[in-house]
């Protein structure tokens, strides 16, 4: 087993009283498209910046293919970041932007803008050498950022919030392209972001962060059909909580569950319940239309309440509409229904 | 019954507006006279904008630009050698004098010598102090040191001078004695804050995002000043450096304390003004210091830098 690219160890980082990162270990191998996801203030940026060597670890280490490199400045690392604000030098044309690192190591001219070019292809920037950045939307300077960092052939990327300040129609673009421009070039990617989404959508393995410290790390379906918190439940789209006595009643369980809006169906109450299946009765309070789908807020009879999206395959708006304040059963297959530790 | 709610309102009755036209087309502006005039200056956003700028329109038209022409125009007047009388007859005279006299052409070169020294001392001073001040002190530690740049322009300037005149007196704390050195030295010390602030400004709107991504692409530190801070920074400075030439080059009383026997234009103009009572040829040596701001205004032109400030 060769050394993974990226090896945290009891990694921490304290701003005088504050404690950004409390204690984390991760190992990301090589070639993975890794995710840090986390509401802000969580520490994963923090944690980024670390590896970036933008802040030096308050204690632990920080490993690149087996090399400890805690104590390197940014210079000395084989890493590139792409930036949240994308940072290009705005007095350089696209051009000089990406062949920044290559000109700082001394690449000759020829090789130079070669890569370069070939860099600005990977990223679909054909014919806008001569630009500044200042000429160019945002999508645009994005991909000139990562091309940048890429032309460099890091060992990792780091991307922080890449897509976060582009408009949902460019992200969603972004998601794929980033995920295919990744594939092709085979390099680790690492990235920072809040948005759960993005973070399913995107990687290979997800670390969900809360308070500095890594709640749980996994792929996106154990991540997403196995929270191992209520934090992780909660954060990683919607909780479904079912605990104490309404958990009593209606799963005949001590502790607290969760099951996700999707799975559950919305029948009426005389539906019959296969074997392998649980079910609660309860008051629709609120029914939210959004277009492909609608979301039933359920409140049950055992107590709390639970949140059921069902796909509007059959029904329209008015037809859904109109169940506001009926009263309904909830079925799931009991495989869908997990256990919260706390 | 909510319709019969909406349509006829409990409640007051709405304010009757005095003299009142019919209500919507005729009448835009209701209220006293004062409403009126606001009202009619918002519809009229050049007259408002031409009333706002006329007081400063009318200090730099007459008192700037006026006595600026009255002084090129005394300039080509001469005064009587006998009775020293203004005679307002227009001469080239008092130009050829300055061209042609060794003296003045000695004096014009020092003074510009001065400045640019001057400028050079304050922004090898002041960058690396801006920089620390910008990129690298807390914002805690910031705030005192801008406070710390501004407070030596709260003080008098002669005393300030005075100051200087003591340390480096023969018997002073450096003794280094008087002359051009002396004069530079402290013209550095008193334009140095006209040269930090610019700079610290210009490193502030300098996103720190940008410096790391210079490391991150491998640059070390002083490739990461030459190829991203200087060029950002540039405009800052060359903002910093009109204040600090053009203050030194139209000096005459640092040069009068600490100078000794050197003399810059400024001593020009001043002795001409009260010794030699010679009004028409102050004011033509005065024209030069414009003329060389002039040059040196049209030159960082030239760099685009202006555009930038």
Same mark, same amino acid.
């Given at each position: 087993?060769?050394?993974?690219?990226?090896?945290?160890?009891?990694?921490? @980082?304290?701003?005088?009283?504050?404690?950004?990162?409390?204690?984390?270990?991760?190992?990301?191998?090589?070639?993975?498209?890794?995710?840090?996801?986390?509401?802000?203030?969580?520490?994963?940026?923090?944690?980024?910046?670390?590896?970036?060597?933008?802040?030096?670890?308050?204690?632990?280490?920080?490993?690149?293919?087996?090399?400890?490199?805690? !104590?390197? &400045?940014?210079?000395?690392?084989?890493?590139?970041?792409?930036?949240?604000?994308?940072?290009?030098?705005?007095?350089?044309?696209?051009?000089?932007?990406?062949?920044?690192?290559?000109?700082? @190591?001394?690449?000759?001219? &020829?090789?130079?803008?070669?890569?370069?070019?070939?860099?600005?292809?990977?990223?679909?920037?054909?014919?806008?050498?001569?630009?500044?950045?200042?000429?160019?939307?945002?999508?645009? !300077?994005?991909?000139?950022?990562?091309?940048?960092?890429?032309?460099?052939?890091?060992?990792?990327?780091?991307?922080?919030?890449?897509?976060?300040?582009?408009?949902?129609?460019?992200?969603?673009?972004?998601?794929?392209?980033?995920?295919?421009?990744?594939?092709?070039?085979?390099?680790?990617?690492? %990235?920072?972001?809040?948005?759960?989404?993005? &973070?399913?959508?995107?990687?290979?393995?997800?670390?969900?962060?809360?308070?500095?410290?890594?709640?749980?790390?996994?792929?996106?379906?154990?991540?997403?059909? !196995?929270?191992?918190?209520?934090?992780?439940?909660?954060?990683?789209?919607?909780?479904?909580?079912?605990?104490?006595?309404?958990?009593?009643?209606?799963?005949?369980?001590?502790?607290? %569950?969760?099951?996700?809006?999707? @799975?559950?169906?919305?029948?009426?109450?005389?539906?019959?319940?296969?074997?392998?299946?649980?079910?609660?009765?309860?008051?629709?309070?609120?029914?939210?239309?959004?277009?492909?789908?609608?979301?039933?807020?359920?409140?049950?009879?055992?107590?709390?309440?639970?949140?059921?999206?069902?796909?509007?395959?059959?029904?329209?708006?008015?037809?859904?509409?109109?169940?506001?304040?009926? !009263?309904?059963?909830?079925?799931?297959?009991?495989?869908?229904?997990?256990?919260?530790?706390? | 019954?909510?319709?019969?709610?909406?349509?006829? #309102?409990?409640?007051?009755?709405?304010?009757?507006?005095?003299?009142?036209?019919?209500?919507?087309?005729?009448?835009?502006?209701?209220?006293?006279?004062?409403?009126?005039?606001?009202?009619?200056?918002?519809?009229?956003?050049?007259?408002?904008?031409?009333?706002?700028?006329?007081?400063?329109?009318?200090?730099?038209?007459?008192?700037?630009?006026?006595?600026?022409?009255?002084?090129?125009?005394?300039?080509?007047?001469?005064?009587?050698?006998?009775?020293?009388?203004?005679?307002?007859?227009?001469?080239?005279?008092?130009?050829?004098?300055?061209?042609?006299?060794?003296?003045?052409?000695?004096?014009?070169?020092?003074?510009?010598?001065?400045?640019?020294?001057?400028?050079?001392?304050?922004?090898?001073?002041?960058?690396?102090?801006?920089?620390?001040?910008?990129?690298?002190?807390?914002?805690?530690?910031?705030?005192?040191?801008?406070?710390?740049?501004?407070? #030596?322009?709260?003080?008098?300037?002669?005393?300030? +001078?005075?100051?200087?005149?003591?340390?480096?007196?023969?018997?002073?704390?450096?003794?280094?004695?008087?002359?051009?050195?002396?004069?530079?030295?402290?013209?550095?010390?008193?334009?140095?804050?006209?040269?930090?602030?610019?700079?610290?400004?210009?490193?502030?709107?300098? #996103?720190?995002?940008?410096?790391?991504?210079?490391?991150?692409?491998?640059?070390?530190?002083?490739?990461?000043?030459?190829?991203?801070?200087?060029?950002?920074?540039?405009? +800052?400075?060359?903002?910093?450096?009109?204040?600090?030439?053009?203050?030194?080059?139209?000096?005459?009383?640092?040069?009068?304390?600490?100078?000794?026997?050197?003399?810059?234009?400024?001593?020009?103009?001043?002795?001409?003004?009260?010794?030699?009572?010679?009004?028409?040829?102050?004011?033509?040596? +005065?024209?030069?210091?414009?003329?060389?701001?002039?040059?040196?205004?049209?030159?960082?032109?030239?760099?685009?830098?202006?555009?930038?400030?």
């Amino acid at each position: 087993m060769s050394d993974p690219a990226v090896r945290l160890s009891g990694l921490r @980082k304290s701003f005088g009283a504050v404690h950004a990162v409390t204690g984390v270990d991760l190992d990301i191998a090589d070639g993975e498209f890794f995710a840090m996801l986390g509401p802000s203030g969580s520490g994963k940026t923090t944690v980024l910046r670390m590896i970036a060597g933008f802040e030096t670890p308050t204690s632990g280490t920080v490993e690149l293919g087996g090399a400890d490199v805690t !104590r390197l &400045a940014p210079f000395e690392r084989d890493v590139n970041t792409v930036f949240q604000d994308y940072a290009l030098f705005p007095h350089m044309s696209v051009l000089d932007n990406v062949e920044y690192g290559l000109r700082v @190591k001394r690449v000759p001219r &020829a090789e130079r803008r070669e890569r370069a070019l070939a860099a600005l292809a990977s990223v679909r920037l054909e014919g806008y050498e001569r630009r500044r950045p200042g000429q160019l939307s945002g999508g645009q !300077r994005q991909r000139v950022a990562l091309a940048r960092a890429l032309v460099n052939r890091p060992r990792v990327l780091l991307l922080d919030e890449p897509l976060g300040a582009l408009d949902l129609k460019l992200r969603e673009e972004m998601q794929v392209e980033l995920k295919s421009i990744q594939r092709e070039v085979g390099i680790t990617f690492l %990235f920072v972001t809040h948005d759960q989404e993005e &973070a399913l959508t995107m990687s290979d393995r997800v670390a969900v962060f809360n308070e500095g410290r890594v709640e749980q790390v996994g792929t996106p379906a154990e991540i997403y059909e !196995r929270p191992s918190s209520a934090f992780v439940a909660g954060f990683v789209g919607t909780s479904n909580l079912i605990s104490g006595e309404a958990a009593q009643a209606v799963l005949g369980k001590e502790g607290t %569950f969760s099951v996700r809006p999707e @799975k559950l169906r919305v029948t009426g109450l005389g539906e019959p319940v296969d074997g392998a299946e649980h079910s609660a009765t309860g008051t629709v309070s609120e029914v939210v239309y959004a277009g492909p789908a609608t979301r039933f807020v359920v409140e049950l009879d055992a107590g709390g309440r639970l949140i059921a999206l069902q796909q509007n395959l059959q029904v329209s708006s008015m037809d859904v509409m109109s169940l506001r304040g009926t !009263r309904v059963r909830l079925v799931w297959h009991r495989r869908h229904e997990f256990a919260i530790v706390s | 019954m909510n319709t019969t709610a909406n349509t006829t #309102p409990p409640g007051p009755p709405p304010p009757a507006a005095p003299g009142a036209a019919p209500r919507g087309a005729a009448a835009p502006a209701p209220g006293g006279p004062r409403r009126r005039l606001a009202a009619f200056l918002h519809r009229h956003a050049p007259l408002r904008l031409s009333l706002l700028l006329s007081a400063p329109m009318l200090w730099l038209g007459v008192a700037y630009l006026g006595a600026l022409a009255a002084m090129f125009i005394s300039a080509l007047w001469r005064t009587d050698t006998f009775t020293g009388d203004l005679v307002r007859e227009l001469t080239w005279a008092n130009f050829q004098e300055l061209l042609t006299a060794e003296v003045y052409r000695t004096i014009a070169l020092r003074s510009v010598g001065v400045a640019a020294a001057v400028t050079l001392i304050d922004l090898v001073v002041a960058f690396p102090m801006a920089f620390a001040m910008a990129k690298l002190a807390s914002p805690r530690a910031q705030r005192w040191l801008v406070i710390a740049v501004l407070t #030596p322009l709260w003080a008098s300037y002669l005393v300030k +001078a005075y100051a200087w005149r003591v340390l480096l007196s023969a018997d002073g704390l450096l003794g280094w004695g008087y002359g051009l050195t002396a004069t530079i030295i402290t013209l550095s010390y008193l334009w140095l804050p006209y040269m930090i602030l610019p700079i610290y400004a210009g490193l502030e709107r300098l #996103p720190n995002s940008l410096l790391e991504a210079a490391g991150d692409l491998g640059a070390r530190g002083w490739r990461t000043f030459r190829t991203v801070v200087w060029p950002l920074t540039f405009p +800052a400075v060359v903002a910093g450096s009109i204040f600090t030439f053009s203050l030194s080059l139209g000096d005459y009383i640092t040069v009068k304390i600490v100078g000794g026997r050197s003399q810059l234009i400024g001593n020009v103009v001043y002795d001409n003004i009260g010794a030699a009572n010679n009004l028409p040829f102050a004011a033509a040596v +005065a024209t030069v210091p414009v003329l060389i701001m002039l040059a040196y205004l049209a030159a960082v032109r030239r760099t685009g830098a202006l555009e930038n400030l």
